[in-house]
């Protein structure tokens, strides 16, 4: 059996699987083709995927293998060169690319979400939005730090004495705790915010304030996410939001309920209300943003000097740690159905049986199929 890495289109400098989840592969008995110049971007040759055991081809052989791995979903003359009855591993967010879904049942693909893997336990390890947004909560901090006038620690010097940044969080799940991680060890002062009581004692350990604002709803069902809030919750966060957003220097807005539109929690009234040079990086940009300013993919500066940054793919600017994770996730979850040098799609487990999203054409991923369901009610 073949299975391909695909080279990413141009602005996605990350790969699927770097060279060492390649050689993984080809231990397990698997062909492995890689597209020329797949890696490069993250800085691995075409040597290095050979040296691991895999064989460097063209974009047309690549796309005939019988399993393809990427990470954007190829284009539609590319899709139109994979064979029936092949399969297809990528992020395609099947809930809203729903056209997709339709097409790779019509052309008999089996296909994978990797945005899909269900958020349990035992799926941590092949969780590829976890493991992104550990870096995008990373790098945050970073961009912010690089584009703030002033520095992230507290100086004592003999040219004056320099005052500690203070950074504000908000959502403090897989990129929020990370972000508030790397801000305190950078040294700044922060202060976070979530709707989930349970990740108070885990702000707090990491050395950051946990701001609460009472009558937040929370759901156990709803597996670790949060839910929707009220008007009067959301209202009342703002105004605690504001008192802390008017005396920092950075925040970082990570807040986010799954299937649905971003919250705002920073409206335009509050940025107007900011310092000259603060800086705010959302990272729920694609999601429509936490702040009302937010342009995805792009940077605003406002007229009272705050630089809004609302760049929706930051794991591709640390594309060789973010590569490694993510094709580290990639093997994690093709090893619940690769063995000996077949894949045998079984749908009796949980993860394979959410992931997959298209299979003998049928829809497979129960989420998917109830969405498709309300949309023709
Ligand atoms: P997550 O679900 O682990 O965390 C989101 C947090 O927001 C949760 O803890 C949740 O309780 C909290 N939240 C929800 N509503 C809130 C509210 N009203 N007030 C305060 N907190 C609230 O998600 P994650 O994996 O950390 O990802 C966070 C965001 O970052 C998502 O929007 C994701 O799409 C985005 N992301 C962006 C990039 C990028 O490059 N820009 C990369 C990866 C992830």
Do not use: W
């Amino acid at each position: 059996m073949t299975i391909s890495i695909l080279k990413e289109p141009a602005g996605e400098r990350r790969v699927v699987c770097l060279p060492e989840i390649a050689g993984q592969l080809a231990k397990m008995n698997f062909e492995v083709l890689v597209e020329s110049g797949a890696g490069k971007e993250a800085a691995f040759s075409d040597e290095s995927y050979t040296a691991s055991g895999a064989k460097i081809v063209s974009r047309s052989a690549a796309l005939n293998a019988d399993l393809v791995l990427c990470i954007t979903i190829p284009s539609e003359t590319d899709l139109a060169t994979m064979r029936a009855g092949a399969a297809l591993l990528c992020v395609y967010q099947p809930l809203i690319n729903k056209d997709a879904v339709q097409h790779f049942c019509e052309k008999d693909i089996t296909t994978f979400s990797m945005d899909m893997v269900p958020r349990t336990t035992r799926a941590q390890s092949m969780d590829i939005l976890s493991s992104q947004a550990t870096v995008a909560g990373y790098k945050a901090v970073l961009i912010a730090a690089s584009n703030l006038p002033k520095f992230f620690p507290m100086f004592m010097t003999a040219a004056g004495s320099i005052t500690p940044a203070k950074v504000l969080i908000l959502g403090a799940g897989v990129a929020g705790l990370q972000a508030i991680s790397t801000a305190r060890r950078l040294g700044a002062v922060v202060e976070a915010f979530d709707t989930r009581s349970a990740v108070k004692e885990e702000v707090k350990s990491l050395g950051a304030k946990f701001v609460e604002v009472e009558g937040a709803a929370e759901s156990a069902a709803a597996g670790g996410y949060a839910v929707e809030q009220s008007k009067e919750f959301l209202e009342k966060q703002k105004q605690k939001i504001f008192e802390s957003a008017v005396k920092s220097d950075v925040i970082i807005t990570t807040a986010q309920i799954p299937g649905k539109k971003a919250p705002v929690l920073i409206p335009k009234e509050t940025v107007a209300s900011m310092k000259a040079g603060s800086v705010i990086i959302d990272l729920a940009a694609s999601t429509g943003g936490n702040c009302d300013l937010t342009k995805n993919n792009e940077t605003v500066v406002t007229e009272n000097g705050v630089i809004i940054i609302g760049n929706s793919n930051i794991p591709s600017t640390m594309p060789g740690d973010a590569s490694k994770m993510f094709g580290k996730n990639v093997l994690n979850f093709l090893k619940l159905m690769l063995k000996d040098g077949q894949m045998n799609v079984n749908l009796e487990d949980d993860i394979v049986k959410g992931t997959c999203i298209t299979h003998k054409k049928e829809i497979i991923s129960p989420r998917v199929k109830d969405a498709l369901a309300q949309q023709t009610k």
